[in-house]
């Protein structure tokens, strides 16, 4: 069976800096293999001057092939924000599933990212920076540390995913 995603990664809104762009990667079971197109990638970045919206239109095509359902791809997301220096601060981390239906999908993935402790997001505000995880990556894979982090809501990160299924009903799916 086959998956073919073709999309864009549109932009972002909600996050109270400008300037801000986007790393991204997809992450699929032991059972999925991907047969074209990049795992993952980063946009440019955008400095929006009249709302709070960045427009990334960051490209996606992907295909993959698969021999079970089990481990469905997900998309792994960072939001970053560069400031006049050119340096570099993690904004929200978020991940959404591949949608597994056919057809043309709007996203709306959310983001969070690390709160700290009241000395870290005082250090935030003096000097930048601030807490990052160690791992990104287990954002995606469902680490079962995550539910220990303190956490706050940032922006949202908006999709548009066009899916197409082939051979899935010689397996019995239907689609």
Known sequence: AEVHVIGQIVGASGFPQRRLFCKW??????????LSGLGSGQTQVDNPQADDVAYWCHPLDVHFATKGLQGWPKLHLQVWHQDGLGRSEVLGYGFCHVPATPGCHA??????????????????????????????EAIATGAADRFRLRTEAAGTVHLQLGVLLRHFGRYGVEC
């Open 25 to 34: 990667g997809l992450h699929a079971g032991s059972a999925w293999k991907l």
């Open 107 to 136: 996203l709306a993935c959310v983001t969070w990212r690390p709160r700290g402790t009241w000395r870290e997001r005082l250090s935030q505000r003096l000097v930048g920076g601030g807490p990052q995880l160690r791992a990104p």
